[in-house]
């Protein structure tokens, strides 16, 4: 059973690892409005009904990449309960790759899928 568990938390965070620069342009696209960490972190907990929620600090490194990558842009703000903020918004580029982006993860999706359908569950 502990194999089990240990080989679950392994394909999920492999799963994770490709699905989460996806989930972050699609949380942002959404917004309307520029986010920083915290917001974004809970509205994924949020519209992913808690499957693509993790540690707020490992979305850092994947805003940074988006960010050099040219697909988001950000700006600080100051608050006034902390630290200042870094606010994250997509860009146009961020959208066009978004919808390439979301064309292959549903071409993905329905060729597992179809593989999968002859299992029973």
């Known amino acids: 059973m502990v194999d089990d568990d240990v080989h679950l938390k392994k394909f999920q965070k492999e799963l994770s690892a490709g699905t989460v620069s996806l989930a972050l342009l699609a949380v942002l696209a959404q917004a309307g409005e520029p986010l920083y960490g915290y917001l974004i972190a809970k509205e994924l907990e949020r519209v992913g009904q808690g499957v693509l929620s993790g540690k707020q600090s490992a979305l850092y490194p994947v805003l940074r990449?988006?960010?050099?990558a040219g697909l988001l842009e950000s700006h600080i703000e100051p608050s006034s309960?902390?630290?200042?903020?870094?606010?994250?918004?997509?860009?146009?580029?961020?959208?066009?790759?978004?919808?390439?982006?979301r064309q292959a993860w549903q071409a993905t999706r329905d060729s597992v899928d179809s593989v999968l359908e002859g299992i029973p569950q």
């Open 65 to 68: 990449n988006l960010e050099a």
């Open 81 to 101: 309960s902390g630290p200042p903020r870094r606010y994250y918004r997509i860009n146009n580029r961020g959208r066009e790759v978004l919808t390439q982006w």
